[in-house]
């Protein structure tokens, strides 16, 4: 079976590899990684990409989206829960509106390894 891969925004790279970003939410649910797991972060699912790092599952539990804190926020590599919320809106506005009272997936993660500084978009 194919490993489960973690796709993030290139602009998560840098904050995930300075273990700044420990925390990823996601509209959605069930659960898609296991705790104690080990994924392939990518920026880009075309064939032939590589993962940025592999991280290793901590934590997970769902939420209302509106129910994060201010050091989830920081965990999440933003500097306050309105800027969060913010880019959370603007990275899922295919979605629809984001509602804050909808329920998301949480994970809390630790770096394993980084790829190649020149294979990290």
Request: glycine share 8%; net charge positive; with cysteine.
């Amino acid at each position: 079976m194919a490993e489960a891969v973690i796709l993030f925004k290139p602009c998560h790279v840098a904050p995930i590899l300075a273990r700044v970003k420990t925390q990823t939410r996601r509209l959605h649910i069930p659960f898609r990684w296991r705790v104690g797991a080990v994924h392939g972060c990518f920026t880009d699912m075309r064939r032939g990409a590589r993962p940025f790092a592999r991280v290793r599952i901590l934590r997970r539990w769902s939420e209302p989206l509106g129910a994060i804190s201010e050091a989830d926020a920081r965990a999440e590599g933003y500097g306050s829960r309105e800027d969060y919320l913010r880019a959370f809106e603007e990275m899922n506005r295919k979605a629809g509106a984001v509602d804050l009272g909808r329920e998301v997936s949480c994970y809390e993660f630790e770096l394993v390894s980084q790829g190649r500084r020149d294979e990290c978009v």
